[in-house]
């Protein structure tokens, strides 16, 4: 069975509970599935996949997922890697922009690591969980669940079938690179 796992790094636990739905989508397609906190991520090593999902603060990745990619970006190189942000208080295009330019900056600084997908979602904002000046904001959700879920089945489908230049280079080669490959 094809195993991915689902790395995450959140201070509130919004960005868990969306890697908790990228998982369950996976789950559904048949993958065995790991969810786990960024932070305490040994090895990539027995996955067939990567999805790593951060939160966004102040216009940065989150230091944990920032630490991952640095970590692992070695086996994240030959690995299938996905990223996915939480981040803007709206869907706005130009929030989704902003928060778009505040992760490949991250991205950026581990240049060896290529994810094949990359997603910023809205955020969430809970001010009883925030501090001052922050706790006065309104509350907010700005996940839209269903693009979650589909992004997921996209990252599923690369996962085990491959990016879509790979499957024309299948078909167009008779099989005789994945065969290379085994």
């Not at 195993?3 to 969306?18: D, F, I, Q, R, Y």
């Not at 979602?121 to 879920?149: C, K, Q, T, W, Y």
């Not at 280079?169 to 065969?179: I, L, Q």
Request: charged fraction near 25%; hydrophobic fraction near 45%; proline fraction near 5%.
């Amino acid at each position: 069975m094809t195993s991915v796992l689902v790395a995450h790094a959140s201070k509130h636990g919004s960005t868990h509970e969306t890697a908790d739905w990228v998982a369950a989508v996976l789950r559904d397609r048949g993958f065995d599935v790991d969810v786990l906190p960024a932070a305490i991520v040994e090895s990539v090593a027995a996955y067939d996949g990567v999805v790593l999902g951060g939160a966004l603060y102040a216009g940065r990745l989150h230091a944990d997922a920032r630490a991952f990619l640095r970590r692992h970006r070695g086996a994240l190189a030959h690995l299938p890697c996905a990223v996915f942000a939480l981040g803007p208080r709206s869907l706005e295009q130009d929030d989704l922009a902003g928060s778009r330019s505040q992760l490949d900056a991250a991205l950026a600084k581990t240049p060896d690591v290529e994810p094949f997908a990359i997603a910023i979602f809205g955020g969430v904002v809970r001010p009883a969980e925030l501090r001052f000046p922050f706790n006065h904001m309104p509350a907010s959700d700005a996940r839209d669940r269903e693009a979650i879920e589909r992004w997921a089945a996209m990252v599923a489908d690369v996962v085990r079938y491959g990016k879509p230049a790979d499957l024309f280079s299948r078909a167009t080669d008779g099989g005789r690179a994945e065969r290379a490959h085994r």
